[in-house]
């Protein structure tokens, strides 16, 4: 059975450290969307966020999730997802059943992480 997981958090709070292990239980394709974005000139850092930039980053990537799921395996998205639209994309885009994680953890714990 195919389907996505979103982790989904702010920076620090353990996301891809949970992301990873439940591929590797799954079985499952890991995808950092932060590597997408940086990797696409997306994650610009003047705190000027949108979503779109999100969404180009989803338009890269999602036909090989699509692809993944539809050999039949698990896709686990790790990320910020920051946009309540950039969610509604991925949802709207993915022809699959998804599941969304937050991790959230103490401002403190987050600081030290990163």
């Known amino acids: 059975m195919s389907f996505y997981i979103i982790i989904r958090g702010a920076l620090g709070v353990g996301k891809s450290t949970v992301s990873r292990a439940l591929a590797k239980i799954l079985k499952a394709e890991y995808i950092s969307f932060d590597r997408i974005l940086d990797e696409n000139g997306l994650d610009r850092m003047d705190n000027n966020f949108a979503p779109d930039d999100f969404i180009k980053a989803d338009n890269i990537i ?23 639209e950039h969610l509604q994309h ?25």
């Open 90 to 114: 991925i949802g709207k885009n993915l022809p699959f059943k998804g599941f969304i994680f937050s991790l959230k953890a103490s401002l403190e714990t987050c600081i030290s992480r990163d």
């Open 62 to 84: 999602l036909p090989t999730a699509r692809k993944i799921m539809s050999d039949g395996k698990i896709v686990i998205f790790d990320g910020c997802f920051y946009f309540k």
